[in-house]
């Protein structure tokens, strides 16, 4: 588990200017910029919270990524088929 | 010699400034108790507030994560994150380099900020209690989330450190010490969104009766389980009730479902230890 690399790409697409939009339109380059394992590249795109936070990342910052990829607090762990 | 004029803590979620209106039979009681805790302290006039607080990754990463940090800066800047409140808060580095010494000498090495920016832990409270935005802010950071955290005894040693470097402070420095965080919540879990009613008036109650030392028996996987991740962040109440050193005074609780978080608000009575009125830690 990445979870320096986790927690760095939580930060930096909420803090760092253009990041967020950058993932928009190019989530695979922008994910490549962090050490972060295969699994977890993937889990991050199909933003599932529950595989990440099950990986060992911590639920508060796992709350602030889930957030600035668009899924609210309340909807952190509801099934995103079909998403 | 300095004064601690005030001991308080609250609870510090967003949705208090963010969804303030929320079931008003509830939410109306809690802001009224921060207005009469801003009234307080408003007549106690004080030269500066210590704000104990933490961080939920906005400030600090795990490419450096302190356990404790005092802020130093002139202007401690916000982060504003989530839609939380932004601006600027005005700090008071002289009276944090006598803390930060005082500290050390007490066996308290923290860590120090020149720069330490805000979260919602530090600017919804102050959202609330504009009497200490106005007496400038002393930021002071407690890991609460990011383990092993500083254990409850730990934070109850550094409370009473720090009423003693304030009785110490030069110039007849007048200040008060408030912790913010918790109740019961759990914050990016399954469970986000329940309460633990029971756990925060107990947790009330212990404090109300000078009973301190029960709450710091208690581990972080009881507190967790019971009531959430989030109320790890009772450190910083140890920290203020600890420097008090005497009574709890609820000022308000409320189960505020709306928030996601048991939302309490309370002051401490300021006993120095040293004249034997103080709770036996």
């Given at each position: 588990?990445s979870?320096?690399?986790?927690?760095?790409?939580?930060?930096?697409?909420?803090?760092?200017?253009?990041?967020?939009?950058?993932?928009?339109?190019?989530?695979?380059?922008?994910?490549?910029?962090?050490?972060?394992?295969?699994?977890?590249?993937?889990?991050?795109?199909?933003?599932?919270?529950?595989?990440?936070?099950?990986?060992?990342?911590?639920?508060?910052?796992?709350?602030?990524?889930?957030?600035?990829?668009?899924?609210?607090?309340?909807?952190?762990?509801?099934?995103?088929?079909?998403? | 010699?300095?004064?601690?004029?005030?001991?308080?803590?609250?609870?510090?979620?967003?949705?208090?400034?963010?969804?303030?209106?929320?079931?008003?039979?509830?939410s109306?009681?809690?802001?009224?108790?921060?207005?009469?805790?801003?009234?307080?302290?408003?007549?106690?006039?004080?030269?500066?507030?210590?704000?104990?607080?933490?961080?939920?990754y906005?400030?600090?990463?795990?490419?450096?994560?302190?356990?404790?940090?005092?802020?130093?800066?002139?202007?401690?800047?916000?982060?504003?994150?989530?839609?939380?409140?932004?601006?600027?808060?005005?700090?008071?580095?002289?009276?944090?380099?006598?803390l930060?010494?005082?500290?050390?000498?007490r066996?308290?090495?923290?860590?120090?900020?020149?720069?330490?920016?805000?979260?919602?832990?530090?600017?919804?409270?102050?959202?609330?209690?504009?009497?200490?935005?106005?007496?400038?802010?002393?930021?002071?950071?407690?890991?609460?989330?990011?383990?092993?955290l500083?254990?409850?005894?730990?934070?109850?040693?550094?409370?009473?450190?720090?009423?003693?470097?304030?009785?110490?402070l030069?110039?007849?420095?007048?200040?008060?010490?408030?912790?913010?965080?918790?109740?019961?919540h759990?914050?990016?879990?399954?469970?986000?969104?329940?309460?633990?009613?029971?756990?925060?008036?107990?947790?009330?109650?212990?404090?109300?009766?000078?009973?301190?030392p029960?709450?710091?028996?208690?581990?972080?996987?009881?507190?967790?389980?019971?009531?959430?991740?989030?109320?790890?962040?009772?450190?910083?109440?140890?920290?203020?009730?600890?420097?008090?050193?005497?009574?709890?005074?609820?000022l308000?609780?409320?189960?505020?479902?709306?928030?996601?978080?048991?939302?309490?608000?309370?002051?401490?009575?300021?006993?120095?230890?040293?004249?034997?009125?103080?709770?036996?830690?």
């Amino acid at each position: 588990m990445s979870i320096v690399g986790l927690n760095r790409l939580a930060r930096e697409l909420e803090h760092t200017p253009g990041l967020r939009e950058r993932y928009e339109s190019e989530p695979g380059e922008v994910l490549g910029r962090f050490p972060l394992d295969p699994e977890e590249r993937d889990a991050v795109r199909r933003r599932d919270a529950a595989w990440l936070l099950a990986a060992g990342m911590n639920p508060v910052a796992l709350r602030n990524l889930m957030v600035v990829l668009g899924v609210a607090h309340q909807d952190m762990y509801r099934s995103r088929e079909g998403d | 010699m300095g004064r601690l004029v005030l001991a308080a803590a609250t609870s510090h979620v967003g949705a208090i400034v963010r969804n303030p209106g929320a079931d008003p039979a509830r939410s109306d009681v809690l802001h009224r108790a921060w207005e009469t805790l801003d009234a307080e302290l408003a007549a106690l006039k004080p030269d500066a507030v210590v704000l104990v607080a933490t961080d939920h990754y906005e400030t600090f990463g795990l490419e450096n994560y302190p356990t404790f940090c005092l802020g130093m800066a002139d202007v401690h800047e916000a982060w504003g994150e989530f839609g939380n409140p932004g601006g600027t808060v005005p700090g008071r580095p002289e009276l944090a380099k006598e803390l930060l010494h005082g500290l050390h000498r007490r066996g308290f090495d923290l860590a120090r900020s020149h720069t330490m920016a805000l979260d919602h832990s530090f600017m919804v409270p102050l959202a609330k209690l504009p009497a200490a935005a106005s007496a400038g802010v002393v930021p002071l950071f407690v890991n609460c989330n990011t383990p092993p955290l500083p254990t409850l005894a730990r934070c109850a040693e550094l409370g009473r450190a720090l009423a003693d470097t304030i009785a110490e402070l030069p110039g007849g420095a007048r200040v008060a010490v408030i912790g913010t965080g918790g109740l019961s919540h759990w914050v990016g879990l399954p469970r986000f969104g329940d309460i633990n009613e029971a756990f925060d008036r107990k947790v009330l109650d212990l404090l109300e009766r000078g009973r301190l030392p029960e709450v710091l028996a208690w581990s972080d996987e009881r507190i967790e389980s019971e009531a959430g991740n989030g109320a790890l962040e009772l450190r910083t109440w140890v920290i203020a009730a600890a420097a008090a050193g005497g009574r709890c005074r609820t000022l308000a609780y409320q189960p505020m479902y709306p928030w996601t978080v048991g939302i309490g608000i309370a002051a401490f009575d300021v006993v120095r230890p040293d004249a034997g009125l103080g709770v036996v830690l």
